[in-house]
């Protein structure tokens, strides 16, 4: 009880394990990483210099560097419209459309890589498909190229850039569009001028998560691409699989870790206060000049008197969007969806064909492939160690990202922001820089190649997003139920175990789901410290893909594409039961 009234007084101490995992995997070793490529204890630029003066390496250094900002261009193009008209829909339609959008962000990335070679392939379902509409005569090359890996890419990125825009569109008043309308402002006026502002938070937030999302690809462009699509990570774990050696290996991780520290430091501040201030004052100026100019005065006020009339016609009208306009919303919206959900479906139909090689569409229905899957020990020893793997991160992870929410909830603004932006670092730098610092910390602590290695690993990453979750049930949490609670005699732990907790336990819940999805489908973390002792399923698939493509794999894609409806469903029953026993959890406390 006095250690719970003591971290009662000091909220901060609650996030020492986590910042203890982050400082042992993740810390220490990157600071190790950053010697190393100075050639410590002498301290020289010799590793950068040498990177740079090879005309290969910069080549792949601008073309990471293009490859990303075209898919975040990509990436915001599409979602921008695809987010207005989610929002804008109504609540079940609205409710339906994010579900499907968060589908295949849940499924492996791994499995909708491969989808895409089955789709793109000479006998996939584009080329099948122009070939019987007499389109082409024979096959295209789809895959193997740049265009292939950008589709790959965007799919992979887009749900990453919706969300964010979902969440900032969603928080935007309506009613400010419509006092823009009653001023007399056009409906594309009154978007530009109020509505698109006020979203900017969320295109800079998800365009800098999709850029350095893209900056650690790794396995889609080595599947889609040719060799002259190879991207820096690409470069390092190649580096790293063949010659070890740890100089330079150092030096290319930590010249994508500064280009994603720049990225993120020049654009992580809010600039949408900022923005279009400059042109405002200017349009101002130019319009006193003419306002000077008797003409225009004379003209002014017949339009004014006109505006002040079409002002009190148009005032109290309900504004009706057009039938155009919601046609090309419904076909542009049912496009996105087709191209998001299109590689699982594909993957599913492909898992019950009865063919001997991989097929679309089947010629014949079987479940052989689930069969060879069950009856292979191979794969079942690596979904089962996956499985072990991701029960302990879960565990790991919700308990200690739990502690740390609950915490940072109960801290000054500062010091919460800064250690939200510490315990973030994992998920917001590239994937294979924090895969080559876990494997020093790991060698540092006797655990390479090994399952609690791995563990720890993957707890790195996996505690960010219960720490995001809980956060942001933390954030809707009414804590006047817990001083009503203290004020009817209740104490501290039984406060937490009988209010607290129940209110916030379907963001625990969700925080645990998110850590065992993102270990079950890690792969890049796992393929550079995993060694040969462990193997896990993405690593199989993975194995599998390289060596040959066999149709078991569509069966094992196919029960992890129908695995987020579990996870969905299941947070869902566990969101309404929550709801449902709210107003009965203040009147249980104890007095």
């Avoid at 898919?71 to 921008?80: E, G």
């Avoid at 491969?114 to 099948?128: F, P, R």
């Avoid at 024979?138 to 292939?148: C, E, F, G, I, W």
């Avoid at 201030?277 to 003419?290: C, D, E, I, K, M």
Wanted: aromatic fraction near 10%.
């Amino acid at each position: 009880m006095k250690v719970l009234r003591k971290f009662g007084r000091m909220p901060v101490g609650l996030t020492i394990p986590t910042n203890a995992i982050l400082l042992v995997v993740l810390g220490i070793p990157t600071i190790q990483l950053f010697l190393t490529s100075l050639n410590a204890p002498s301290f020289s630029l010799v590793n950068y210099q040498a990177f740079f003066e090879q005309r290969a390496n910069v080549l792949i250094l601008f073309r990471t560097i293009t490859m990303s900002v075209v898919v975040t261009a990509i990436c915001v193009i599409i979602s921008y419209p695809t987010a207005y008209i989610i929002v804008a829909a109504p609540k079940r339609l609205r409710i339906t459309l994010v579900v499907l959008v968060l589908i295949p962000w849940l499924t492996s990335g791994l499995v909708r890589t491969y989808a895409w070679t089955v789709i793109l392939g000479d006998h996939g379902l584009i080329n099948n498909l122009l070939i019987y509409l007499g389109v082409i005569s024979s096959p295209l090359t789809l895959v193997y190229n740049r265009l292939a890996v950008y589709i790959g890419m965007v799919h992979i990125m887009l749900p990453m850039m919706i969300l964010p825009l979902l969440s900032a569109m969603q928080g935007i008043d309506r009613s400010l569009l419509a006092a823009a309308r009653s001023m007399g402002a056009r409906p594309l006026a009154a978007f530009w001028r109020v509505f698109f502002p006020l979203s900017l938070p969320g295109v800079r937030s998800g365009g800098l998560l999709v850029f350095v999302g893209c900056l650690g690809f790794y396995i889609t462009p080595q599947a889609l691409g040719g060799l002259s699509d190879a991207m820096l990570s690409t470069f390092i774990a190649e580096q790293f699989q063949s010659t070890f050696d740890l100089a330079p290996i150092a030096t290319s991780a930590y010249i994508l870790l500064a280009l994603a520290m720049i990225v993120l430091s020049v654009f992580g501040f809010n600039l949408s206060d900022v923005q279009g201030r400059h042109p405002q004052v200017w349009r101002r100026a130019r319009l006193s000049r003419f306002r000077s100019i008797e003409g225009f005065r004379f003209i002014s006020e017949i339009v004014s008197r006109y505006r002040a009339k079409r002002w009190g016609t148009h005032l109290y009208q309900v504004a009706h969007t057009g039938a155009w306009s919601k046609f090309v919303g419904a076909i542009f919206i049912s496009f996105v969806m087709v191209y998001l959900l299109c590689p699982g479906v594909v993957v599913v139909i492909m898992s019950f064909s009865g063919a001997a090689f991989l097929e679309f569409p089947p010629s014949s229905l079987s479940l052989r492939w689930y069969w060879s899957f069950l009856g292979d020990p191979s794969w079942i020893g690596a979904l089962w160690t996956s499985v072990q793997i991701g029960i302990a991160v879960a565990i790991v992870s919700t308990i200690v990202g739990t502690l740390a929410a609950y915490g940072l909830s109960r801290t000054s603004p500062r010091l919460r922001s800064f250690l939200t932006m510490v315990i973030l670092t994992p998920i917001t730098i590239p994937a294979i820089v924090v895969g080559v610092a876990a494997y020093l910390g790991l060698v540092n602590l006797g655990l390479l190649g090994a399952k609690t290695g791995i563990v720890l690993a993957h707890s790195i990453g996996a505690i960010a997003y219960v720490v995001v979750v809980v956060s942001a049930t933390f954030a809707n949490f009414d804590r006047r139920l817990e001083q009503a609670a203290q004020s009817m005699r209740a104490g501290p732990l039984t406060t937490f175990t009988r209010v607290t907790l129940p209110l916030i336990r379907p963001g625990i819940i969700a925080g645990a789901l998110f850590a065992f999805i993102a270990s079950f489908d890690e792969l890049v973390i796992t393929s550079l410290i995993s060694g040969f002792a462990v193997r896990t399923l993405p690593l199989k698939m993975l194995e599998n893909i390289r060596q040959q493509i066999d149709p078991t794999l569509a069966a094992v894609g196919s029960l992890l594409t129908l695995m987020p409806l579990l996870w969905l469903v299941a947070l869902y029953f566990v969101w309404r039961r929550s709801r449902l026993n709210a107003p009965h959890l203040l009147a249980e406390a104890p007095t």
